[in-house]
């Protein structure tokens, strides 16, 4: 059955690093496009992020742009997110998600559990 | 950027009822659109796409129906397990997708 984990979050400072981790498996990898969003505990989902299946298209939020990196590694069948300068506002829940089949399907049949990641000083 | 937003914010619904849900769009989405469903201390998980499409496995008691920019979720005879935050989103401006803020539906 299809499986994604995710992994990395925690307590980081304003300003620091962190790197999310999602492990998948029950299905072909390298055929799906994925992506990342996130929700502040109680409020509601931000797209932030997606790559395409080989790794050649990347979209970003306004938000995360120019300070969070997204990535894949088809080979280990995981995705990444490389979060840097982080702010107070980036806590959330992080969940990566398996886009529907089909090109520009865009919605998401199968999400992680989600990780969390909280900024404070 | 397509904004999206849900009414009413909380629903409360006698179990075996009818719950209905809207979902509007800024502008047009035309069918590109899916419902997600998030129980407490879950990850959402896809009820509807295209509009009117169940996902696999999603029980007949919810139904979907909208295009352009004005669209409805039902939830005929409410269960108890059907509890949850309901999220529709829009993905006609791919990969730029947006998420409307949800609607709560709780048993009266």
């Known amino acids: 059955q299809v499986q994604l984990v995710e992994s990395g979050g925690g307590l980081v400072k304003p300003g620091g690093s962190l790197r999310l981790s999602c492990a998948a498996s029950g299905f072909t990898f390298s055929d799906y496009y994925m992506a990342w969003i996130r929700q502040v505990p109680g409020k509601g989902l931000e797209w932030i992020s997606y790559m395409s299946s080989s790794g050649s298209t990347i979209s970003y939020a306004d938000s995360v742009k120019g300070r969070f990196t997204i990535s894949r590694d088809n080979a280990k069948n995981t995705l990444y997110l490389q979060m840097n300068s982080l702010r107070a506002d980036d806590a959330a829940m992080y969940y990566c998600?398996?886009?529907?089949?089909?090109?520009?399907?865009?919605?998401?049949?199968?999400w992680g559990q989600g990780v969390l990641v909280t900024v404070s000083s | 950027e397509i904004v999206m937003t849900q009414s009413p914010a909380t629903l409360s619904v006698s179990p075996g009822e009818v719950a209905t849900l809207s979902c509007r769009a800024s502008q047009t989405v035309s069918v590109n659109l899916a419902w997600y469903q998030q129980k407490p201390g879950q990850a959402p998980s896809l009820l509807v796409y295209?509009?009117?499409s169940r996902a696999t496995g999603v029980p007949a008691r919810f139904s979907a129906s909208g295009s352009g920019t004005e669209f409805t979720l039902t939830i005929s005879r409410l269960q108890s397990e059907d509890v949850a935050i309901y999220y529709c989103?829009?993905?006609?401006?791919?990969?730029?997708?947006?998420f409307g803020p949800g609607t709560k539906v709780d048993l009266k």
């Open positions: 989103q829009q993905y006609n401006d791919w990969p730029i997708v947006t």
């Open positions: 998600a398996r886009e529907a089949p089909g090109y520009g399907s865009g919605y998401y049949d199968y």
């Open positions: 295209g509009a009117s």
